[in-house]
């Protein structure tokens, strides 16, 4: 029996390759026309059962996997195990090719989904294979192979605009970028730069660097990945994280930086969401405040609101050193209305229309909500802003963020 069935397969096999399949009923015969698409397919397939693996596969197999992409950190890519990493070189090489389906010599499900997710967090450039699209794929029997089609976004004049815009914004922030600047002051440039020429905004191309070079509308995911992808071509180290709201299901993607050896979040779709104050403040309609508390938050601060993601582990966060607010003095451990008061005399002095402070302890915090917000600290500051500029008027406004132990005033 098990001779019949193999020469069953050869004869299956020979018929395919004369390019027909006969059906064999009950006293008749019928000719099937194939097309050479469909002939391809059995080829293959014959191929493979005679054979087993296509010589594509077999030549991926014997390919050195290379450990590192110039001009990209690669952070997920080096949590991967030895097959993976294989298997996201593969999809890498596919999609930057924009082929539109291609083998990867990994096949499972869970597998295939843990590369292809760390591949567009390693990767914001390839926006055009973005996951929103998607993903199909052909495994072969109990084979350890795929045949992998990711699905693009975008036309190729589409693509040609895309890339133009990607280009423009780099061209502009490196010009805002001086001789002798430092990394944490270029992480402050490009959060800058995307909160003033981005707005948070729903599109079709939202959750992309596409919607935030091209259409400048993007939410969390778009300003994550653009992040990464102008700190990259600085050569910052710049890790894209995705997770939820800390208690819900909600949603949510930042950033983790490594400066001077440390590592700091950023998170700029907060940064540009002056309405997360609390305060008559976000009356100010003509005003885009941006918010500096999540450049480089303190991380227990920070944790207290997002959680990432279990399905890769994500460095720790510990420093505070380059917190916006202990850079600029303006982060206090204990309150003294003397100290807050010549603190705004000194930002005024140097011409700030929104001075901001925040306090390491909500103690602090609270006792200076009362006297500032509450009481007349801020009337004590705005006689002085009047003297300073010689007017007789001023409009103030002031803004609270409770989780961040932060208050603003704006003139």
């Known amino acids: 029996m098990k001779k019949r069935k193999a020469i069953w397969g050869l004869c299956l096999a020979l018929l395919i390759c004369m390019g027909m399949v006969y059906k064999i009923g009950t006293g008749h015969v019928k000719n099937i026309e194939v097309s050479v698409t469909e002939m391809g397919e059995l080829l293959e397939a014959a191929r493979g059962f005679f054979l087993g693996e296509p010589d594509e596969v077999r030549n991926l197999r014997e390919q050195e996997v290379i450990k590192t992409d110039v001009g990209h950190q690669e952070y997920y890519f080096q949590l991967l195990e030895e097959d993976e990493q294989r298997g996201y070189r593969e999809m890498l090489n596919g999609i930057r090719a924009r082929k539109e389906e291609f083998y990867l010599t990994i096949s499972g499900d869970k597998e295939v989904d843990k590369v292809f997710h760390a591949l567009l967090k390693d990767h914001p450039e390839i926006y055009w294979a973005h996951n929103r699209k998607q993903v199909f794929k052909t495994t072969y029997g109990g084979s350890d192979y795929c045949l992998f089609a990711p699905g693009y976004i975008y036309s190729e004049e589409e693509m040609q605009q895309i890339d133009q815009a990607l280009e423009a914004a780099w061209q502009e922030v490196s010009a805002l970028v001086w001789d002798g600047a430092d990394a944490y002051e270029i992480v402050k440039i490009v959060y800058t730069y995307l909160i003033d020429s981005v707005d948070y905004e729903l599109s079709d191309d939202d959750q992309s660097i596409a919607g ?9 995911a778009g300003y994550a990945g653009a992040l990464q992808y102008l700190l990259e071509r600085f050569g910052i180290p710049c890790i894209y994280v995705d997770g939820n709201a800390r208690g819900s299901t909600e949603g949510h993607a930042w950033n983790i930086v ?26 100010m309609a003509e005003h885009k405040t941006t918010i500096y508390d999540y450049l480089c938050p303190f991380p227990w601060e920070y944790e207290l609101s997002y959680t990432p993601s279990e399905e890769f582990p994500v460095p720790e966060c510990t420093a505070t050193d380059k917190n916006f607010y202990v850079l600029n003095q303006g982060c206090f451990d204990s309150y003294d ?17 929104v001075v901001r402070f925040k306090f390491s302890n909500q103690e602090a915090f609270e006792a200076a909500y009362a006297d500032w917000v509450q009481g007349n600290g801020i009337q004590e500051a705005a006689r002085y802003y009047l003297d300073l500029y010689g007017i007789n008027e001023v409009e103030y406004h002031y803004g609270v963020l409770e989780d961040l132990k932060t208050i603003y005033f704006m003139f």
């Open 212 to 220: 935030v070079f091209w259409k400048k509308r993007a939410v969390c």
């Open 337 to 353: 209305w003397h100290a807050i008061y010549e603190y705004c005399l000194m930002r005024l002095n140097y011409g700030a229309a």
């Open 258 to 283: 490594q400066l001077d050896g440390m590592y700091y979040y950023v998170d700029v779709t907060n940064g540009d969401q002056p309405q997360f104050l609390e305060g008559d403040a976000v009356s």
